[in-house]
């Protein structure tokens, strides 16, 4: 009797710790929640509604032969709205199955749940890494249940999910090569952030400060070798050329475009107009809010490059001339960047439904659970610390600036959860947590 409750208390262990069984959990979590809120919406608007934005637009003219262009559908021209990788993928689903069609939409769909899914491999390795499989099972199983990466793959067919998938695996990469010396491993490192630049350039806050941390890990492992130190700058030059030659095709196809350097996308300036305008502002005779229609035709009437040129200047005169404002507004974006919204207490009390709950409530645990997995990393785990709070404290500003949308922070969302894992860890499960957690050796890749 006690032989087989061993045997089912080992089994039980081995199945969490398990990261196939995650996946899978993962992936079905995903597609039940698709499954049951594509059955309330008509096939005919699934193939249209979910593909009516910039991503849906651009791959539609990728997919008709036009070119990387009409971000507004309506032959608004060449456009760097976007980087390539994404609506390229589209396109190819277009090519395929059809150009807004409910078929198309559920490929797109699966593939969104592919990505989303296969970013637990990378945070279990990654967690297994800094603090043994127990904290990697954790934060992978947290990613696998998170409501917001349940949600996201359907209410979104933009590049989120694969950047998501990015992110997680150039954390987990990070991480590996800080052991290594091999031009190989830093060269394809290097590939891995052309890749992450050219479908989401928010990512580029982080390369400076990952590139340098492992480089300088990296030159640690054998401090009394001066030639160490200058290979290990040498193969970040390397990780960094790398990174930046994926990119010069596209600035170079933006400069023919736009005759104007353009590295990677165009829209910072509306981005940065659409959170500092004189909407907020209570004392301005204007109050309507920005309606895509009328920005839609302004756009259509300058063109991208002059669109973006007014849009900057205008939101860069608002910033300078309501400071006060502006400290408001920042307080306001911070906290919608990390609970979903600008008044949580108030929405949470508001919401018609358990599910909005839930959501408030997951968002706001783990916003906590990542301030109190950054003490713990910097407490116990401090090798790894640097690496881990570039994610929570350097990538948000882009937001911070901007618009804090929820589904802009999943791309840090399972190096969060991993953060949240390293909490529990310490704090409430801190029995016989030993220094073999945190190995101080480094091991040498030749």
């Not at 490929?107 to 970013?119: C, D, P, Y």
């Not at 349940?150 to 209410?155: A, D, F, G, L, Q």
């Not at 400290?327 to 909005?356: H, K, Y």
């Amino acid at each position: 009797m006690i032989s087989a409750q061993r045997q089912w208390t080992h089994a039980w262990r081995a199945s969490l710790l398990s990261l196939p069984l995650i996946v899978i959990v993962a992936i079905l979590a995903r597609a039940v929640f698709a499954w049951h809120e594509g059955r309330q919406i008509p096939h005919d608007l699934l193939g249209t509604v979910p593909f009516m934005q910039e991503t849906g637009n651009i791959a539609r003219s990728l997919a008709l032969g036009n070119g990387f262009s009409d971000a507004l559908r309506q032959g608004t021209g060449a456009t760097a709205w976007l980087t390539p990788v994404y609506p390229l993928l589209l396109a190819g689903i277009f090519r395929i199955f059809g150009i807004f069609t409910a078929a198309s939409f559920i490929v797109a769909v699966l593939l969104n749940i592919f990505f989303s899914a296969a970013a637990s491999i990378p945070i279990f390795h990654a967690g297994r890494k800094i603090a043994g499989a127990g904290v990697g099972a954790a934060a992978a199983w947290l990613w696998a249940i998170f409501p917001n990466a349940i949600m996201v793959p359907y209410e979104w067919i933009w590049d989120t999910c694969l950047t998501v998938l990015l992110a997680a695996l150039i954390f987990w990469f990070t991480l590996t090569l800080a052991e290594s010396l091999r031009a190989r491993d830093w060269g394809l490192y290097g590939l891995l952030w052309g890749l992450a630049l050219m479908t989401n350039p928010a990512l580029a806050s982080l390369l400076p400060f990952l590139l340098g941390w492992a480089a300088w890990r990296a030159s640690r492992i054998d401090r009394s070798s001066r030639a160490n130190q200058t290979r290990t700058m040498a193969l970040a030059a390397l990780a960094l050329l790398i990174a930046g030659l994926c990119c010069v095709p596209w600035t170079v196809r933006n400069y023919f475009a736009f005759h104007r350097f353009v590295p990677l996308r165009s829209t910072f300036p509306m981005a940065l107009w659409l959170a500092h305008n004189p909407v907020f502002d209570p004392r301005s005779p204007i109050t309507a809010r920005v309606t895509p229609y009328e920005q839609g035709r302004q756009y259509r009437r300058l063109g991208e490059n002059e669109y973006m040129r007014e849009k900057g200047m205008e939101a860069w005169t608002f910033i300078r001339s309501h400071p006060a404002l502006e400290a408001d507004l920042f307080a306001e974006r911070f906290v919608a960047f990390w609970a979903g919204i600008d008044s949580p207490f108030q929405a949470f009390a508001r919401a018609e439904s358990f599910a909005d709950r839930v959501l408030l409530l997951a968002n706001a645990l783990v916003a906590l659970g990542t301030l109190a997995g950054l003490a713990a990393a910097w407490l116990h785990w401090r090798r790894y610390a640097f690496a881990m709070s570039v994610f929570p404290l350097v990538f948000p500003w882009l937001y911070y600036l901007t618009e804090p949308y929820l589904r802009y922070r999943q791309p840090i969302d399972p190096i969060l959860l991993l953060l949240v894992a390293l909490a529990a860890r310490f704090f409430v499960f801190r029995r016989n947590l030993g220094s073999s957690e945190s190995p101080d050796r480094l091991s040498v890749g030749r």
